[in-house]
């Protein structure tokens, strides 16, 4: 049986426009066609040329909230990950920001969690800012945060996640975060924690010492390593 060859001259547009879109990023397996030094090859999209960083999951809340929670965003497709999250606002003065991590039991809540934080607050009466936490049942990622100007009295922060979804190595957390703190002056605290617990992991929430969150931002990613 001849094949027919299909040129540039003879190739309908209408081929690619007339075909339902897919409207979201192709997942790994999905597969594109292209010509290799002259010789046409199908290739998954996970070899694709693209970001290092591949968003899994978005919150976006304006409305009170207790807690916010990352689920089902940690598994054996990515060893480690990255949160960013901006113009976080508390619904109660002077309370934290605290993530704990959730397995499919639910909240892990057992208290082996360690935190140490390190950083620096401007203003007249700037100073040093310093926390740490041993054996307890959540990180601390902040002190207390001054939510009185719903402008500036809000909190951005970072932080990468390693090994969450491991029953080899514990999970540690490394971040940053800069907020309004309680005296109005601007802060900043570089923290970093472990778990001393090899569950695998499957999400992580993020919560207050007391009330609730007013405004939530973030994006949770998985970090690919080739």
């Known amino acids: 049986m001849s094949q027919t060859k299909i040129k540039a001259g003879g190739f309908d547009v209408d081929v690619i426009?007339?075909?339902t879109a897919l409207a979201e990023s192709p997942a790994d397996t999905d597969e594109f066609l292209i010509s290799d030094g002259g010789t046409l090859k199908r290739i998954d999209a996970q070899h694709v040329g693209g970001g290092t960083f591949v968003p899994?999951?978005?919150?976006?809340?304006?409305?009170?909230?207790?807690?916010?929670?990352?689920?089902?965003v940690f598994s054996?497709?990515?060893t480690n990950y990255f949160i960013l999250c901006h113009h976080c606002r508390l619904a109660t003065d002077n309370e934290k920001m605290i993530c704990r991590m959730r397995s499919s039991s639910g909240q892990f809540t057992t208290t082996s969690y360690q935190v140490a934080a390190t950083g620096f607050k401007n203003g007249s009466s700037a100073a040093a800012v310093t926390f740490s936490l041993h054996n307890s049942s959540g990180w601390d990622i902040t002190?207390?945060?001054d939510n009185t100007n719903?402008?500036?009295?809000?909190?951005?922060?970072?932080?990468?996640?390693?090994?969450?979804?491991?029953?080899?190595?514990?999970?540690?957390?490394?971040?940053?975060?800069?907020?309004?703190?309680?005296?109005?002056?601007?802060?900043?605290?570089?923290?970093?924690?472990?778990?001393?617990?090899?569950?695998?992991?499957?999400?992580?929430?993020?919560?207050t010492s007391s009330g609730d969150i007013a405004q939530f931002n973030a994006t949770c990613y998985g970090i690919k390593t080739s």
């Open 17 to 19: 426009t007339g075909t």
């Open 56 to 72: 899994l999951s978005t919150i976006s809340s304006t409305s009170d909230t207790t807690t916010h929670t990352f689920s089902d």
């Open 76 to 78: 054996s497709t990515y």
């Open 143 to 145: 002190t207390n945060i």
């Open 150 to 207: 719903s402008d500036v009295g809000r909190a951005s922060f970072y932080m990468y996640v390693t090994t969450p979804n491991s029953t080899t190595f514990v999970t540690d957390i490394i971040g940053q975060a800069s907020y309004r703190k309680e005296s109005q002056d601007r802060s900043v605290a570089n923290f970093s924690g472990t778990l001393n617990s090899k569950t695998a992991f499957t999400g992580i929430d993020f919560f």
